[in-house]
């Protein structure tokens, strides 16, 4: 069955998804943690719009894990054992990256948000969002693969 593209869930979840990642490195880039703290700094980082599950958490930490962007070690505490979590050198250029895509995508963005929440459909038919960039949002890299 086909997604409902009218369901806030849906974008809410496919946010969260394509977000949650470069939030993870974010918080690990301000210190070492464990997954619940993950969870718990993200959601604090957004302002609560973001509040990841551990169904979205630990499947990331294995994939960042795989992909040698974080590290991960196993600490006593309490009594208790965790996996905490550390970014590797190649996890601090992936964060930096990520940071230059989204910033890069972030004032087209606001624009197509800032139209649809208007409710001013027809300003889209009227070319609104083909307004040039600002010029130092184009990198030297984007012109070249254009």
Request: aromatic content about 4%; hydrophobic content about 40%.
């Amino acid at each position: 069955m086909p997604a409902d593209l009218t369901d806030r869930e849906h974008w809410e979840t496919a946010i969260v998804r394509s977000a949650g990642r470069f939030f993870m490195l974010a918080v690990l880039a301000e210190q070492p943690r464990h997954g619940y703290d993950i969870a718990k700094r993200i959601t604090e980082l957004c302002g609560g719009c973001c509040a990841p599950s551990d169904a979205m958490i630990y499947p990331a930490i294995r994939d960042l894990t795989e992909a040698g962007l974080v590290h991960c070690e196993t600490q006593s505490s309490g009594g208790r054992q965790r996996n905490v979590c550390a970014l590797t050198a190649q996890g601090e250029q992936a964060l930096s990256v990520a940071a230059q895509a989204w910033g890069a995508h972030l004032p087209a963005l606001q624009r197509v948000v800032e139209l649809a929440s208007s409710g001013d459909v027809a300003a889209f038919a009227d070319g609104a969002l083909c307004c040039a960039p600002e010029p130092d949002l184009i990198t030297p890299a984007q012109i070249t693969r254009a």
